[in-house]
């Protein structure tokens, strides 16, 4: 079926240092959104960009959407040990009706 | 208090049983999901429903089963012809669902099911 690739599916930094994570799409995406899994914890929505091109900042959280709606990336500056856990992105498709498509996740530690 | 819940959060089973796992909310959202969790692999869509009393397959439904005869309730039924169930099993909920609705999806806690 319709697959969203995400990586890296480990990313290992230093606190302070920043942190990206990209997920990719053969066909082109209806809206794509972003959730965070903290260890031991349940999937939390963060963000939704719906438009081509469309940039959206929360702090220091910098999510992006390709032109072509195909692929999505999210940039985390100055990494704080509270940023750990895994970040997901999710995909709607216009053929796949209501369903999410979630990429493999990025898991994100940071070393104090 | 709205919410999510999902009870109990960690199930222990014997292999060849059937087990039922719950999920509630009283968001009044009209969509439901379950979704498996296994290390490494992300979450993957077992069954969804987008309205009371109808409920589509997901990627990986062989092995479950589901209801939805009340808005609120969306219990999954882990059979024992699923072959690998220990996993960790999410249930979410959105407002609507469809491709062009913008709805995020909110989920519970988990229930962590080990088949011994």
């Known amino acids: 079926g319709q697959q969203v690739m995400q990586i890296p599916q480990y990313q290992h930094v230093q606190e302070g240092e920043d942190f990206t994570t990209y997920c990719n799409s053969s066909t082109t995406l209806s809206n794509i959104q972003w959730y965070k899994q903290r260890p031991g914890g349940h999937p939390v929505f963060l963000i939704q960009?719906?438009?081509?091109?469309e940039v959206k900042k929360q702090k220091r959280l910098t999510f992006q959407f390709g032109e072509a709606k195909k692929n999505s990336s999210l940039h985390i500056t100055a990494t704080q040990t509270t940023d750990v856990g895994t970040y997901f992105c999710a995909a709607k498709t216009y053929n796949q009706g209501g369903k999410l498509i979630f990429g493999q996740g990025t898991e994100l530690s940071v070393k104090p | 208090d709205g919410g999510i819940t999902q009870s109990p959060k960690y199930l222990f089973r014997k292999e060849g049983q059937n087990v039922t796992l719950s999920c509630e909310q009283n968001l009044n959202h009209d969509a439901m999901y379950w979704y498996r969790q296994d290390p490494g692999q992300g979450l993957r869509l077992i069954y969804y429903?987008?309205?009371?009393?109808?409920?589509q397959k997901g990627d990986i439904a062989e092995g479950y089963s589901v209801s939805r005869e009340k808005k609120e309730s969306f219990p999954l039924t882990v059979t024992s012809a699923q072959k690998n169930p220990t996993a960790f099993y999410l249930c979410?909920?959105?407002?609507?669902?469809?491709?062009?609705?913008?709805?995020?999806?909110?989920f519970g806690p988990g229930t962590r099911l080990t088949v011994l």
């Open positions: 979410a909920s959105s407002v609507t669902s469809g491709s062009h609705s913008y709805n995020e999806q909110f």
């Open positions: 429903s987008q309205i009371v009393n109808d409920f």
């Open positions: 960009l719906v438009k081509s091109g």
